[in-house]
């Protein structure tokens, strides 16, 4: 976000602050830190945290949508986003507000991400490949990640740069927890797209790697960054 001392900047989709307020830090006392989120619960939440951390007087949530901000054009130095494109119809709307409310050269990131990279480790594949579409489309957007690129480059954004984020777990119990699999697992059955046999390997098979030590799963993100153009009234230059 290339951020500096005094900045104003804005984290969209924020949930309880757990950027904004290491945000904080990055614009200093006399920078200002905007968090957005839809859901009133984070809201409060991520204020109470602000408070708690001693920066309430900078770092300020508020329940707004990302589809549509109350903030004028150019307002902010720097914009953010993190795991809120995979929640949103149109994210074309969104990176396009975020757009609107950078200033001319102003830096753009967003992160998300990309669901269909899910990958376990296990020997009934065709099982896992039908649980990774579905667990994909329960998403509006669960291919949200590997869209950013498009979507900065359609936005004409400057300087765009794209950063991988791999993670890997060993732990079943948690990997199970953080991929909501009891719920995916749960609506695939009423669905018809697993059958209650097949869900039985599936779990026997995941059951013994997690008793053999030998679980495995994967996972990517993946963070782009691009800055706002702006154009010469006069020669027509790109001017930063
Ligand atoms: C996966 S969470 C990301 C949380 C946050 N980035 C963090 O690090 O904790 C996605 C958040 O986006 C919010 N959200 C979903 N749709 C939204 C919208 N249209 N406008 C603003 N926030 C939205 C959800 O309420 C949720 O808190």
Redesign the pocket.
């Known amino acids: 976000m290339h951020l500096q001392i005094g900045h104003r900047v804005i984290?969209?989709?924020?949930?309880?602050?757990?950027?904004t307020i290491l945000l904080a830090e990055f614009v200093g006392p006399t920078g200002k830190v905007i968090g957005?989120?839809?859901?009133n619960q984070?809201i409060i939440t991520a204020n109470k945290k602000a408070k708690e951390a001693g920066v309430a007087d900078r770092v300020i949530h508020k329940h707004?949508?990302?589809?549509s901000l109350p903030f004028d054009s150019d307002y902010f130095d720097a914009c953010h986003?993190?795991?809120?494109f995979?929640?949103?119809l149109n994210a074309e709307n969104?990176l396009s507000e975020m757009v609107r409310i950078t200033r001319p050269g102003g830096w753009i990131v967003a992160a998300d991400s990309d669901h269909s990279t899910l990958s376990i480790d296990n020997s009934v594949t065709d099982v896992e490949w039908r649980m990774r579409r579905f667990r994909t489309d329960k998403f509006r957007s669960g291919y949200a990640g590997r869209q950013l690129y498009r979507l900065f480059k359609q936005q004409n954004l400057a300087d765009i740069t794209v950063e991988i984020f791999p993670f890997f777990s060993t732990d079943y119990t948690l990997t199970r927890y953080f991929s909501l699999l009891d719920e995916a697992e749960r609506e695939a059955i009423a669905a018809g797209i697993i059958t209650k046999e097949e869900l039985r390997r599936w779990h026997a098979d995941l059951e013994q790697a997690d008793e053999d030590s030998v679980f495995f799963a994967s996972f990517t993100m993946i963070l782009v960054a691009g800055r706002k153009n702006s154009v010469s009234p006069h020669a027509g230059d790109l001017i930063f």
């Open positions: 984290d969209l989709g924020c949930g309880s602050g757990t950027d957005v989120d839809t859901d984070m707004y949508d990302a589809m986003t993190e795991r809120l995979q929640h949103v969104v």
